[in-house]
């Protein structure tokens, strides 16, 4: 009997497809390893729909990110995002970008892990950085040292993202790249986890 997802004719997304079967695709990752821009090419390649938990939390609050945070506190921010998450959890199969502290929150990330197949995008200092100092919508970005305060983040928050089911290293390509290589690691864990 052979297995279809390992069937030779078929092509990288097609087989990334069977891989995902009736599971939900999860980005999480730090602000600026690409969740959102990878995720919309890998859901675009999947034939799937695509969600940012980020736009999702906006419009159900009808406050942007940083609004929220300012008026409500990281904490409040986190329960109503660990709500939004279940909740888009509970449909697949689709794409779903995180918010860079969704998979830090202990609810959030036992909810990811029962309801789809993780992948961490994986991003040195330099690179959040050129990507992410050109804007200031970062809400914990504002301090007075934005680019430590990110390298702090990336200290606490590593050792809990790499609990993620897959690891792709998120560097400067170009993002059509980026979500191939998402895709083959899809089928590389499915393959992995057939053969144990």
Do not use: C
């Not at 097609?14 to 695709?25: I, M």
């Not at 999480?28 to 390649?45: D, F, I, N, P």
Request: proline share 3%.
């Amino acid at each position: 009997m052979s297995d279809p997802v390992l069937k030779v004719g078929d092509s990288l997304k097609d087989r990334a497809r069977a891989a995902l079967g009736s599971r939900n695709l999860i980005l999480v990752g730090l602000m600026g390893a690409g969740k959102s821009s990878v995720g919309r090419l890998v859901a675009h390649q999947l034939g799937v729909p695509f969600i940012d938990s980020d736009v999702e939390i906006e419009r159900v609050s009808r406050m942007a990110i940083s609004e929220l945070f300012a008026a409500y506190g990281e904490e409040e921010f986190r329960a109503l995002e660990t709500r939004v998450m279940k909740r888009l959890l509970k449909n697949g199969p689709r794409v779903i970008s995180t918010g860079g502290g969704a998979f830090v929150n202990e609810q959030t990330r036992k909810h990811i892990k029962k309801s789809g197949l993780s992948v961490w995008l994986k991003a040195d200092l330099d690179v959040l950085w050129e990507r992410v100092n050109k804007r200031d919508t970062r809400p914990l970005l504002k301090t007075e040292n934005p680019k430590q305060t990110l390298k702090n983040l990336m200290n606490a928050r590593y050792p809990i993202y790499a609990e993620a089911d897959i690891t792709v290293l998120s560097r400067d390509v170009r993002k059509e790249i980026m979500a191939d290589e998402v895709l083959k690691a899809m089928i590389e864990a499915q393959t992995e986890s057939a053969v144990s």
